[in-house]
């Protein structure tokens, strides 16, 4: 063998040494990863030292309740339609046609607005909770003509005293509320004008008996006064009858606003939601839809739940689509279910929101909590999983105070949204005390 060939030969030899040597070394590490001694084995079996998962103590008012939805709706809808007395003239009744005034659909009507002008008269819109039953003109006497003596002096036209009375005052008022708008209010009927005219005739005739009567009697001789004077004094009780007839025509015929011009609704402004009257058409049917009011809320209630829930009972409203968050009263529940509305075996319960909801934007279809237990204001509230039982049948909370657990004896009341009420407690806990709720 030649010296260069040896030299290969050995160097072959010592890798190949040092690769098993490499092996042995990665099989001994690796076999220590996997032998333990049994003390490893034992440190590893034993269970971790626990950690503590605690909740703060609240005070606060807890509740049980129903959720359901509910609409928010006016309170009011009214629809216009047009009555055959416009202008104080039922025989129109044919002729009518819508001549202007229309509001938009959306439109805002405040007390004292037109909302529509038919055959040249307007349809005025008062406040006041009496419907419009009768033409109101002078002499009339009543809570109605009281009502619009009211509104009238809202809108700054004095009716004098306000006492129920349709007088010369309230016809002043009348005519310069008509004039403001630019129309003139309707005056006295045919068989008013032939009642004065019929009056004043009367009169006038009882005044020319009375002065034949007095003449006649005045060239009479001494022995034949007697009748005569019988008859001065019948002329003269005819002409203070006349007079009395005249007296109270002339009361009772003037400026009158015919029942068809003017609607009473319970509050104002009100929305026009539908619009059907059309200009130069005949006012058949509903002219206008008007809705307003303050809102409301109906909402549908479990017989089960019937004897929880009392008017007057606050109520929580939200709308999680527009962020709604107010509250409200339960102002009436339907006396028998399936009434008002309501489906076959619920109670309709009626709720009056806290401001105005409608400031949110359309129709809304929100959702009510209708509390049916609750606390008697704010009370101690922990978590449900806070408390324990021992074998005397006590209840216990852990209190978690500087790393030392202090244990506690406490009675508990209403349970309600995952927390509980605590009613007493042997020792010291305040809002804001950390109570242990679970382990891990």
Not at 285 to 298: F, K, N, Q
């Amino acid at each position: 063998m030649k010296a260069g060939e040896a030299m290969t030969a050995r160097r072959r030899s010592l890798m190949a040494v040092m690769g098993i040597c490499t092996l042995c070394g990665a099989f001994g590490m690796a076999a220590g990863q996997f032998i333990r001694s049994p003390d490893d084995v034992a440190r590893a079996a034993r269970a971790p030292e626990p950690s503590l998962i605690t909740a703060p103590v609240e005070r606060r008012v807890l509740s049980n309740a129903v959720v359901t939805r509910g609409d928010v709706t006016a309170s009011q809808r009214v629809e216009l339609v047009a009555d055959a007395t416009f202008g104080g003239d039922a025989s129109t009744a044919g002729s009518l046609i819508v001549t202007g005034r229309v509001p938009k659909q959306n439109a805002t009507l405040k007390e004292g607005a037109i909302a529509v002008e038919v055959s040249g008269r307007p349809v005025f819109l008062l406040e006041g909770a009496r419907p419009m039953y009768r033409t109101l003109g002078p002499g009339d006497k009543g809570e109605d003509v009281e009502q619009l003596e009211r509104a009238l002096a809202r809108l700054g036209f004095d009716p004098g005293r306000l006492d129920g009375r349709y007088d010369g005052a309230t016809e002043r008022a009348v005519e310069k509320w008509y004039g403001k708008h630019g129309y003139e209010p309707a005056g006295p009927t045919a068989e008013d004008r032939s009642r004065l005219e019929a009056a004043r005739e009367r009169v006038t005739r009882a005044t020319a008996a009375l002065r034949a009567a007095q003449a006649e009697l005045a060239g009479a001789p001494p022995d034949a006064a007697g009748p005569l004077r019988r008859a001065v004094r019948e002329a003269e009780a005819e002409l203070a009858a006349a007079r009395r007839e005249l007296a109270e025509a002339e009361a009772t015929t003037g400026s009158r606003v015919p029942r068809a011009e003017l609607v009473f609704v319970k509050e104002l402004p009100m929305t026009v939601t539908t619009v059907k009257a059309k200009v130069g058409k005949p006012p058949d049917g509903t002219l206008l839809t008007l809705s307003g009011g303050a809102p409301r809320i109906d909402v549908d209630l479990a017989s089960s739940y019937r004897r929880s829930v009392k008017v007057g009972g606050a109520v929580e409203i939200d709308d999680p689509m527009t962020g709604l968050k107010a509250s409200g009263t339960i102002t009436s529940i339907a006396e028998r279910p399936g009434t008002s509305g309501a489906a076959p075996g619920m109670y309709r319960v009626r709720i009056k929101p806290r401001g105005d909801l409608r400031e949110a934007g359309g129709d809304l279809n929100v959702r009510v909590r209708i509390p049916i237990q609750t606390t008697d204001g704010q009370v101690l509230a922990v978590p449900e999983a806070a408390l324990f039982t021992r074998a005397d049948g006590a209840t216990y909370v852990r209190v978690l105070r500087n790393g030392a657990i202090t244990e506690l004896r406490v009675e508990t009341g209403l349970a309600a949204e995952g927390l509980v009420e605590l009613r007493s407690v042997q020792g010291r806990l305040a809002p804001g005390d950390e109570v242990v709720v679970a382990e891990r």
